[in-house]
């Protein structure tokens, strides 16, 4: 058997200051006969996030949870502790601060869990029974979604039926009844499977397939607001489709929705002549417009999709002989760019999977029983508005994530990314006896480092440095700084005092960015000035020194540190006040007086210098 790969696509917006890279598959659990199957993986806007799998532990599967902060990953905690009966399913949804809602399946029950929102990962409560299920009728195919405001909601497939809870806080509520069509009908499982999908404001979407009274699956929308289903499921699979035969049954649904809760888009797989085909269908407040295929009218199963909050999207689907489809969601609320990812056709089912960041990248995964990299494709950037006689965009070359050591990967890779750009993709890797559950991240680099310091003169040798640095959310930056093109210091603060003491004149600094991975990011390189020296100064008093007499007081300053005279202030020692001119007159009354004159560069270096007066009567 060929070794299992796992690639991946990505399209870059825009250059970044360093090249992100993938990174191979880190061993999160493993190896050991006792990692069975990822469950799900999700990532939160800010980074913060976690995967879900199934492990043996005293020879049952239980759900198992590794959290993803700060780029890292957390030792793997068991979730359904103290729940008797073996685990077969598991999702987790994941928000910001740490906020993570775990539903699973163990004794054929529905469960749900929770970590609050907060300034570091919290435990989880205790599992709480959601759906009555057995292990000779279980609950099925449990989904989660988590909005920006913290609501959540959960679909499963129980006993036949499409159920739905929410979770308000610690607080788990379910819907009155099941959200299916025709209760008598069986829904929401295998094929059938539901999917939600949560808007900014807390409200949701829900999907499914569900088999008809006259015997054909089909598929089926509803809104979810607050608790309240809307007043009837909406079909989303076709009667027909132009040119394409029959239609016929229908399923495999997937969801998404944009921050603003009046737009999702479902995609689906429906038969029609006999030949499978995949279609997406925009949810425009309460109707579904027109479909649109997303295989570039080719046969093709298992549709993915995904979209971030402004509603740029993506699509993946398997097309013939086990290939890769990939399609795109511009701003104009329009499927375009249908092009095949991968380079050559496997030997199974590709599974693939698709993830959309705040950024506008795109990341395609899915598993290829083909070695190799293969080449590049290109594809059109899915937020240019002014996208007609463009040159296309190119993508990434596939990128082999998985192992080769690790041997053959087992069933089908999950994506998520979060608002920069970074994605996690988890699977499970390996022969039976020594299976790892596997990560590999896509790690976007840290944004360019900003320096505050002013390109004026400075009066020190050993200046500090300081900076801001560029947008990072996983994990703690370092920072190497560099004077001249010589490293000075490594620092994790903001600022650093430059250890051994410059010269006078102009210098050149920059600061590199270092995270975790060892990806460098530097900043643009400023001038750094330094003047230590005070200027001179010669003061010429002219003039008869006798009251009421008009004396004239010259002063010469010279600057030789590079900064320039700044400024000249004269004390006439008699608290008449002081002036800024270098040439004054002035008439003083009988007396010894001290004449103090004070020359400072535009640095701040300062030199003072006292000339003793008698005036006589």
Do not use: C
Not at 171 to 195: I, K, N, T
């Amino acid at each position: 058997m060929r070794p299992v790969l796992v690639a991946l696509l990505l399209l870059l917006v825009a250059p970044a200051a360093a090249p992100a890279a993938w990174f191979p598959g880190e061993a999160v659990d493993g190896p050991s006969a006792d990692v069975v199957s990822v469950g799900d993986v999700d990532l939160a806007r800010e980074g913060t996030g976690a995967v879900v799998y199934l492990r043996r532990e005293g020879g049952e599967p239980h759900v198992f949870l590794t959290r993803i902060v700060g780029g890292a990953f957390s030792p793997p905690e068991r979730v359904d502790v103290g729940v008797p009966g073996a685990a077969t399913a598991a999702t987790v949804a994941a928000g910001d601060g740490a906020q993570l809602v775990i539903a699973f399946v163990t004794g054929g029950r529905l469960y749900g869990t929770s970590a609050p929102e907060g300034p570091r990962p919290a435990p989880l409560a205790a599992p709480q029974l959601l759906a009555e299920g057995s292990p000779e009728a279980p609950v099925t195919d449990p989904h989660a979604d988590l909005g920006v405001n913290g609501t959540a909601y959960v679909v499963a497939g129980v006993r036949g039926d499409v159920a739905a809870l929410r979770l308000e806080g610690n607080r788990w509520e379910g819907f009155p009844g099941p959200l299916d069509v025709d209760p008598a009908q069986d829904a929401g499982s295998g094929a059938l499977r539901p999917r939600v999908t949560v808007s900014a404001e807390g409200n949701a979407v829900a999907t499914w397939g569900e088999t008809a009274a006259d015997g054909r699956r089909r598929v089926y929308g509803r809104r979810l607001t607050g608790l309240v289903p809307s007043a009837a499921p909406q079909e989303v699979s076709l009667p027909a489709l132009a040119g394409a035969g029959a239609a016929g049954a229908a399923d495999s649904p997937d969801i998404d929705i944009e921050d603003d809760g009046s737009y999702a888009w479902v995609t689906f797989r429906q038969d029609f002549g006999g030949g499978s085909r995949t279609l997406a269908r925009r949810l425009v407040g309460s109707l579904f417009e027109t479909p649109f295929p997303i295989d570039a009218g080719q046969p093709s199963s298992a549709p993915r999709i995904d979209m971030n909050g402004r509603g740029i999207g993506a699509t993946a689907v398997a097309g013939p002989s086990n290939s890769v489809i990939g399609g795109l969601l511009d701003v104009t609320d329009t499927l375009l760019g249908f092009v095949r990812l991968d380079s050559a056709a496997g030997e199974s089912p590709p599974v693939p999977d698709v993830a959309v960041s705040e950024r506008r990248t795109v990341a395609t995964v899915y598993r290829s029983d083909v070695g190799g990299v293969s080449r590049v494709v290109g594809r059109q950037k899915p937020d240019d508005p002014k996208r007609t006689g463009r040159p296309v965009v190119p993508v990434d070359p596939e990128a082999v994530l998985s192992r080769p050591e690790f041997g053959p990967v087992v069933g089908a890779p999950e994506v998520s990314g979060d608002n920069n750009g970074d994605f996690a993709v988890a699977f499970v890797q390996g022969p039976p006896e020594a299976r790892r559950l596997v990560v590999s991240v896509w790690d976007k680099p840290a944004g360019r480092p900003n320096l505050r310091v002013s390109n004026r003169f400075l009066p020190t040798r050993q200046p500090t440095l300081r900076w801001v640095g560029g947008k990072e959310l996983w994990g703690p930056q370092r920072y190497r700084v560099l004077v001249d093109g010589t490293e000075v210091g490594i620092t994790g603060a903001s600022q650093l005092t430059v250890p051994v003491p410059l010269t006078d004149g102009r210098h050149n600094w920059n600061v590199q960015s270092i995270d975790r991975r060892g990806q460098v990011v530097a900043s643009r390189t400023q001038p750094l000035r330094i003047d230590t020296t005070p200027p001179r100064v010669r003061v010429r008093v002219s003039g008869r020194r006798s009251a009421g007499q008009r004396l004239t007081i010259s002063v010469a300053p010279a600057d030789t540190g590079g900064s320039g005279v700044g400024t000249v202030t004269v004390d006439y020692g008699d608290r008449t006040g002081t002036s800024k001119l270098r040439r004054s007159v002035h008439r003083y009354r009988r007396g010894t007086f001290s004449l103090r004159v004070r020359v400072a560069d535009r640095a701040g270096n300062v030199t003072r210098t006292t000339v003793r007066l008698r005036i006589k009567r």
